[in-house]
């Protein structure tokens, strides 16, 4: 089988440009062929994604849609006589950017007005979350598919044997890792954070992970932090993998206020690393971390403190929340995940995954897969 990736943009540190690489050793394990293109490449990439101007897709060759912005020359894409699947990331609301990065804002406004189009010429649709799907559906597709992000978690280094964090001795750190952007709401991160460090843990710090939107907005969580908490907080980008594991092990607890999340890594990492993890209940977070986290939907900056505070120092919660990390960490094993994305490769090949084909059609190969 040939199976070519195209994905709307292809970055250094994108979680889809690294899932979609993954794949890729996927697909050559499987025996399959093919290459990667994207219509944006960012700097780093070193070719191991081609520019979409270089596709030229044999005819019996399969076409995987990684959607997560807009993409220009995606209706004459979709006239190709290929099969293809779609595969949707989600795309940020354009209303978070437009105020700080109008045109990354313009890329997510027109991603959003194309998933129609995707939806309706694709043979089979298919999404990292059931949040994502819902969506999907919302926008004409008859039938979806759940294929979650395949996560190497094992490349940021071991996981200390022991309970992390808990030692009343300790100098608490409080970790946010994600994209630095107004909807993952690191102002709020802050703000929480302060209140903490006020009231219950003045030697406390905050570690936000992540590469910024833009510099001008990197510098705007520099001078909060540096006017609510003068010297307790670090920003840090372009990690490698090795040092953002280190970061996590270094950690007490994980604090996640985004307000959109298509899925959420970060999270499952967290957990990989028996983190306590507090999050607001949005998006797909909560299929991500299930029971394994503390939901919280309160916008009151000293509940979330106090929450902060509970999560550091209570053992037995520590060790609860351990143990069922490690067991939702088991509903996204790689090879589960993998089983997954190949069942559905192959039910968009198969002749009989038509729009007028049956749920079940599509539906039963993945099971058997699962």
């Known amino acids: 089988m040939i199976v070519h990736q195209i994905l709307s943009g292809a970055g250094l540190h994108d979680a889809i440009t690294t899932e979609a690489l993954m794949f890729r050793e996927r697909f050559g394990a499987w025996g399959w062929g093919g290459g990667d293109f994207a219509a944006r490449i960012g700097a ?3 070719g191991e994604i081609s520019p979409l101007t270089r596709l030229r897709a044999e005819r019996e060759a399969l076409l995987l849609l990684h959607h997560s912005a807009g993409a220009p020359g995606l209706t004459e894409l979709l006239s190709l006589p290929n099969r293809k699947l779609l595969l949707y990331h989600n795309v940020t609301p354009a209303a978070w950017l437009w105020d700080h990065a109008p045109l990354v804002a ?26 994502n799907a819902a969506e999907l559906r919302a926008r004409g597709a008859r039938r979806t598919e759940v294929v979650p992000l395949l996560v190497n978690r094992d490349r940021l280094g071991p996981v200390p044997a022991g309970m992390q964090g808990g030692d009343p001795t300790r100098t608490p750190t409080v970790l946010f890792v994600g994209r630095l952007s107004p909807h993952k709401r690191q102002e709020e991160v ?15 710090r905050l570690l936000l992970v992540g590469d910024p939107l833009t510099v001008e907005y990197a510098e705007h969580l520099r001078l909060l932090a540096d006017q609510l908490a003068p010297g307790a907080v670090s920003i840090e980008s372009g990690l490698s993998d090795g040092e953002l594991g280190d970061r996590y092990r270094a950690a007490d607890v994980f604090l996640c206020l985004s307000q959109h999340e298509g899925f959420c890594i ?3 990492e967290a957990l990989h690393f028996g983190l306590p993890v507090i999050a607001r209940p949005v998006g797909a977070i909560p299929e991500v971390a299930g029971d394994a986290a503390l939901l919280v939907e309160d916008r009151d900056p000293a ?19 351990r143990r069922r ?15 997954r994305l190949r069942a559905a490769v192959e039910a968009t090949a198969s002749p009989r995954t038509r729009s007028s084909s049956t749920d079940r059609d599509v539906r039963d190969v993945v099971d058997q897969a699962s």
């Open 303 to 321: 509940v979330l403190a106090e929450l902060l505070h509970l999560a550091v120092t209570d053992l037995p919660l520590r060790a609860e929340l």
């Open 190 to 204: 802050i703000r929480t954070f302060s209140l903490y460090r006020r009231w219950r843990a003045p030697d406390a």
């Open 266 to 268: 970060p999270v499952l």
């Open 106 to 131: 313009v890329h997510c406004a027109l991603g959003r007005a194309q998933l129609p189009e995707l939806v309706r010429r694709v043979d089979l649709a298919a999404a990292d979350s059931e949040f």
């Open 325 to 339: 990390g490690r067991a939702r960490l088991a509903l996204f094993a790689p090879e589960l995940v993998a089983a």
């Open 44 to 46: 780093g990439i070193d």
